[in-house]
C-alpha cells in the first residue's frame, strides 16, 4: 500500500513542477521512501503497511525461475510471478487512487501534456522504455543494498529514466489518476494499454538481475 502512496506522491511532485528536470529529482524521494521504510526481510507478505515496489523486485521471479532445480519446483516459480502481479496490482491500486485525488483536489500542472506525450507513442516504444526504466530502477536498488551513500546514485537513476521518458508503471498509474482525460473507451483502452506495457517491460528489465537478490 505505502509503495503506491508513496509513488502517487512523487508523481504528483513531478507533474506540478514547471521544471521538468526538478520535478525528475524530486520524484526520486518516492522511490528513497520505499527504500528507507522497508526493513522487513520478506518481499512478499501479508502486511499491507509494507512499502515493497514491484519494479525493484522485478528480478525477484526470474531468480527462481533461474535458480529452477530438485529444490525449487515450478509450482514456486509460478508462485514468485504471481505475486509480482500481486504486488503490481496493490501498488498500482494506490497510485491510481492517490491521482485521483489530486486530479479533485488540487492543479496537476504538466499532467495533460505528459500524458498526451506518453499516448503518443506505439505499444513497442513503450515496453522498451518500461525496459529501460527497469534497469535503472534495478541499479538504484542494487546500490541501496551495496552502499551507505545509495541516495545520489538512486537519485540519478531516479532522474535518468523520468529524463529519457521511461515508463514506470505505478508511476503512469498515478499519472492516469491524475488526468482529466477526454472520455471514451478510445482513451480507457490506451491508459491501460500503457500500464501493463510499462509493468511487462518492469518485469523484463529484471530479467538481467536475475542472477542473485
Given at each position: 500500500?505505502?509503495?503506491?502512496?508513496?509513488?502517487?506522491?512523487?508523481s504528483?511532485?513531478?507533474?506540478?513542477?514547471?521544471?521538468?528536470?526538478?520535478?525528475?529529482v524530486?520524484?526520486?524521494?518516492?522511490?528513497?521512501a520505499?527504500?528507507?521504510?522497508?526493513?522487513?526481510?520478506?518481499?512478499?507478505?501479508?502486511?499491507?503497511?509494507?512499502?515493497?515496489?514491484?519494479?525493484?523486485?522485478?528480478?525477484?521471479?526470474?531468480?527462481?525461475?533461474?535458480?529452477?532445480?530438485?529444490?525449487?519446483?515450478?509450482?514456486?516459480?509460478?508462485?514468485e510471478?504471481?505475486g509480482?502481479?500481486?504486488?503490481?496490482?496493490?501498488?498500482?491500486?494506490?497510485?491510481?487512487?492517490i491521482?485521483?485525488?489530486?486530479?479533485?483536489?488540487?492543479?496537476?500542472g504538466?499532467?495533460?501534456?505528459?500524458?498526451?506525450?506518453?499516448?503518443?507513442?506505439?505499444?513497442?516504444?513503450?515496453?522498451?522504455?518500461?525496459?529501460v526504466?527497469?534497469?535503472?530502477i534495478q541499479?538504484?536498488?542494487?546500490?541501496?543494498?551495496?552502499?551507505?551513500?545509495?541516495?545520489?546514485i538512486?537519485?540519478?537513476?531516479?532522474?535518468?529514466?523520468?529524463?529519457?521518458?521511461?515508463?514506470?508503471?505505478?508511476?503512469?498509474?498515478?499519472?492516469?489518476?491524475?488526468?482529466?482525460?477526454?472520455?471514451?473507451?478510445?482513451?480507457?483502452?490506451?491508459?491501460?494499454?500503457?500500464?501493463?506495457l510499462?509493468?511487462?517491460?518492469?518485469?523484463l528489465?529484471?530479467?538481467l538481475?536475475?542472477?542473485?537478490?
Open positions: 500500500m505505502l509503495a503506491g502512496i508513496f509513488i502517487g506522491v512523487a504528483i511532485l513531478y507533474a506540478r513542477c514547471d521544471n521538468p528536470i526538478v520535478g525528475a524530486l520524484f526520486s524521494v518516492g522511490l528513497l520505499c527504500l528507507i521504510h522497508n526493513t522487513e526481510p520478506a518481499w512478499l507478505n501479508n502486511n499491507i503497511k509494507s512499502a515493497w515496489l514491484c519494479t525493484g523486485k522485478a528480478n525477484y521471479p526470474w531468480y527462481a525461475l533461474f535458480h529452477r532445480n530438485q529444490f525449487v519446483a515450478w509450482q514456486c516459480v509460478c508462485m510471478f504471481a509480482w502481479f500481486r504486488l503490481f496490482a496493490i501498488n498500482g491500486f494506490f497510485a491510481l487512487w491521482g485521483v485525488m489530486a486530479r479533485l483536489c488540487i492543479d496537476c504538466r499532467i495533460n501534456d505528459i500524458m498526451v506525450n506518453k499516448l503518443s507513442h506505439p505499444w513497442y516504444w513503450i515496453l522498451f522504455m518500461g525496459f526504466c527497469g534497469i535503472l541499479i538504484g536498488v542494487r546500490a541501496y543494498r551495496s552502499s551507505s551513500t545509495y541516495w545520489p538512486v537519485s540519478m537513476c531516479v532522474a535518468a529514466f523520468l529524463l529519457l521518458g521511461g515508463e514506470h508503471c505505478i508511476a503512469d498509474a498515478a499519472f492516469v489518476g491524475m488526468w482529466q482525460s477526454p472520455g471514451g473507451w478510445n482513451a480507457a483502452i490506451a491508459c491501460v494499454k500503457l500500464i501493463v510499462s509493468a511487462v517491460g518492469n518485469l528489465a529484471g530479467a538481475f536475475g542472477d542473485k537478490l
